[in-house]
């Protein structure tokens, strides 16, 4: 396989960008990058659960990401946070895109989240499941999420805090 030059750059960025050791978990796929993905834990199964993690495209070209699915939830949604005074919403949003040489951040409390829907059983910090993310370019990635505690000023998952 032929690297150029600017290729074997932003690998070497990637690398070092990663964070310590101890949280740190990854998946390289072609020149799809996803660093430290991470669920909510849930108090039950009804309660949708929420995936966060960073997606770096190190390609020329872009992708999008279109799909998700996991044998933890029904359905894998897309959700944009869009904060409207004291309440957060989320907005459906058809697939992900992911700009050449960048980065997308999907967090919690702010911009875009994978959402979960229709769990299986409830997500408990320690556990970990596997999840099938499609990208129209890149084709099917298979990562594993860990289910943490997440908590602070994350909320706004369906059942937003009152402030
Ligand atoms: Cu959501």
Known sequence: MMLTHRAMALIAFAVL??????????????????????????????????AYMTIRNNGDKPDRLVAARTPAAG?????????????????????????PAGSVALQPGKGMHLMLMDLAERLKRGDSFPMTLTFERGGDVEITIRVTAITGAAGGHHQPDTQ
Not at 75 to 99: K, N, Y
């Open 17 to 50: 960008a990663t964070p310590g050791p101890a949280l740190s978990h990854e998946t390289v796929a072609g020149a799809l990058f996803i660093d430290h993905p991470i669920a909510r834990e849930t108090p039950s199964a009804k309660t949708p659960g929420g």
């Open 75 to 99: 359905r894998v949604e897309f959700h944009q946070s869009i904060i409207d005074g004291d309440i957060v919403r989320m907005r459906p949003l058809p697939a992900i895109d992911l700009p």
